[in-house]
């Protein structure tokens, strides 16, 4: 179950949490701000149809279920084979070695107050979470319900978990909880010298992500404001959504990164807000820490995982808006033809110590979210691997390989400046694909690097011209 949520409270809620920190805040007249939030969220719940079961056990025969699903742009039931994923009635797997359990119906409410710039906040239980569970009776379950977010949720991870242990059986990953779409209402209040002078209340909407501290995915509902926008897919039916969340899970059991443990990352980042009226707190300078890079690479990561772990056509983004480009790692560019390299330009958005004013749309990259860097590092990866190696299999070994070599190796980068711990993670991933497939840099693959990330190549002796 959710077991606390991180408290969040920037006065300007975002798409990204950030752990919270008691902070002085001098309030300015209003602003529009952009969040995943409404006032309309759109319930999911179970598949009322699906009430009795004559068995309450399945067997082998019973295991094939229709998914729906949003693949090549368009809604579609597929039937997947559940074999070892589903336990009893229970939406895990045999033993509960990957997912824990598939959680439906919690209702939470967290307020938060600012007074005179003092953050507080707390969370309150409002009704408790249940089990998903499934009839062997039946094999297929309403598009949108409870029980079609569970099973999807679960086929995908325990897809993503099967290939990554094969490649690396000596690590062990915990297993994880879904969370089906809980009601998550914020009430938040500020109060400067006794005076309210601003109040807002909404539900956490349009958005998944993975929570390091409880080993949970939770899918969040959608709301009314989404679907007018246009948006017509469910998340939890886009395979590469759930894989991504899984993908941040295997990154943090591989390199366990202490300060994620209070915050939460999700899939969407900054797709389909909406704009709310808040406070201005007075601006501050921007400070890009080497703990902001580790979060792109990790974005980068959990794209990586999706897209070399399910098949072709499940990987696929196609239809989805904001998404079918800039989250293409196959993409060599954005939507707006802005291409997907380490450039200067690139690299002085990301760490620039004044915020970017968001461009209308989501065409246009703003290379100060993470996972817009991350895409970039995605990218950057898969055409680096793309003429070393052979298969996906191959490609994700040495991606997993590389995350191994970054948790030895971090401890003594954590002293260099941002720019640099970036660029040395690039090259440490160099080093590790040259060094895992036995071969060697030759021009093509130096003319590569200087396209991916100008003057990196400088640093690689193989690069260099002889004497």
């Known amino acids: 179950m959710l077991k606390l949520l991180p408290l969040m409270l920037a006065v300007a809620v975002t798409a990204c949490a950030k752990k919270t920190e008691e902070k002085k805040n001098s309030i300015k007249p209003s602003k529009v701000v952009a969040t995943n939030q409404s006032l309309h969220p759109i319930v999911v719940e179970s598949d009322k149809s699906k009430s009795l079961c004559s068995v309450m056990k399945y067997e082998d025969s019973q295991r094939n279920l229709s998914l729906s699903l949003f693949l090549r742009g368009e809604d579609t039931d597929e039937e997947r084979v559940f074999a070892g994923l589903i336990e009893e009635l229970f939406v895990r797997d045999l033993g509960a070695k990957i997912i824990s359990q598939s959680h439906k119906g919690q209702s939470v409410l967290q307020t938060f107050t600012s007074t005179d710039g003092v953050v507080?906040?707390?969370?309150?239980?409002?009704?408790?979470?249940?089990?998903?569970?499934?009839?062997?009776?039946?094999?297929?379950?309403?598009?949108?319900?409870?029980?079609?977010?569970?099973?999807?949720?679960?086929?995908?991870?325990?897809?993503?978990?099967?290939?990554?242990?094969?490649?690396?059986?000596?690590v062990k990953i915990n297993p994880i909880s879904v969370e089906v779409t809980p009601m998550i209402k914020k009430k938040l209040q500020v109060i400067d010298k006794g005076i309210v002078i601003w109040e807002y209340e909404a539900f956490d909407t349009d958005n998944a992500y993975y929570m390091p501290g409880t080993d949970s995915i939770t899918f969040l509902p959608h709301s009314e404001e989404f679907r007018q926008m246009g948006y017509k897919m469910n998340f939890w039916e886009v395979p590469m959504v759930a894989a991504h969340e899984y993908g941040h899970h295997i990154f943090q059991t591989i390199n366990p990164t202490p300060e994620e443990k209070s915050a939460h990352l999700n899939c969407f980042g900054k797709m389909g807000m909406k704009s709310n009226v808040a406070p201005e707190a007075e601006v501050e300078?921007?400070?890009?820490?080497?703990?902001?890079?580790?979060?792109?690479?990790?974005?980068?990561?959990?794209d990586l995982i999706s897209f070399y772990s399910l098949d072709n056509q499940e990987r696929g983004l196609k239809g989805v808006p904001c998404l079918e480009i800039a989250r293409d790692v196959s993409s060599k560019t954005f939507a707006d033809g802005t291409p997907k390299n380490f450039t200067a330009a690139a690299l002085e958005s990301f760490f620039s110590d004044k915020e970017t004013e968001p461009a209308s749309g989501c065409s246009i990259p703003n290379f100060q979210d993470i996972h817009i860097l991350g895409a970039v590092f995605a990218n950057s990866v898969d055409r680096f691997l793309t003429g070393a190696t052979d298969t996906k299999d191959q490609r994700l070994l040495i991606v997993l390989n590389w995350l191994q070599e970054m948790k030895v190796k971090q401890a003594g980068m954590k002293t260099l400046a941002p720019k640099d711990f970036l660029r040395e993670s690039f090259k440490l991933f160099i080093e590790t694909a040259v060094a895992k497939t036995d071969n060697k840099m030759d021009a093509a693959d130096c003319a590569l690097v200087t396209e991916i990330y100008p003057g990196l190549e400088a640093s690689i002796a193989a690069c260099q011209p002889a004497i």
């Open 285 to 302: 300078a921007r400070e890009v820490a080497n703990d902001d890079v580790l979060g792109a690479l990790n974005e980068g990561f959990a």
């Open 120 to 170: 507080s906040g707390e969370e309150k239980e409002l009704s408790a979470a249940s089990n998903v569970t499934v009839c062997p009776d039946d094999g297929k379950y309403a598009k949108g319900s409870a029980e079609s977010v569970a099973l999807n949720a679960t086929f995908f991870i325990s897809k993503v978990n099967r290939k990554v242990s094969e490649l690396l059986p000596s």
